[in-house]
């Protein structure tokens, strides 16, 4: 059983930075891709940010492109998930997800079989 466990998330005011963390027990991280995603209450998931296992190659949405950055920690089994320039709308819940074994199209939520219970963050002045 794989348990993905986030944290970094809090308060943090218009332009400001936060470094997000993901971890995991059960399976190492470091044999997937991995992803990011982010849901408003009410609102649609939006896959923000995504990573081959190798850490090679990444994904970012629209949104995301130049501001949020995704990276790996090899040495600690983590995947970090860094926002700069935050904005009142991106308040929200982000999650963290594992892709599924051999996923061809890791860029693509779809292919994502586990998650985090996710870590809230507000930006607000």
């Known amino acids: 059983q794989v348990e993905l466990v986030e944290s970094g998330g809090g308060v943090v005011q218009p332009r400001g930075s936060l470094r997000l963390r993901c971890a995991a027990s059960g399976r190492p991280l470091s044999r997937y891709a991995m992803g990011w995603s982010r849901q408003a209450p009410g609102g649609q998931r939006e896959f923000v940010a995504a990573?081959?296992?190798?850490?090679?190659?990444?994904y970012y949405s629209n949104s995301a492109k130049g501001r949020l950055t995704i990276a790996r920690d090899s040495a600690q089994d983590t995947v970090h998930l860094q926002m700069n320039s935050l904005r009142p709308e991106e308040t929200t819940v982000y999650y963290c997800?594992?892709?599924?074994?051999?996923?061809?199209?890791?860029?693509?939520?779809?292919?994502?079989?586990?998650w985090g219970k996710g870590t809230q963050v507000t930006v607000s002045s």
């Open positions: 990573i081959t296992w190798s850490g090679n190659n990444k």
């Open positions: 997800a594992r892709a599924t074994t051999y996923a061809s199209r890791w860029w693509n939520e779809s292919w994502y079989d586990y």
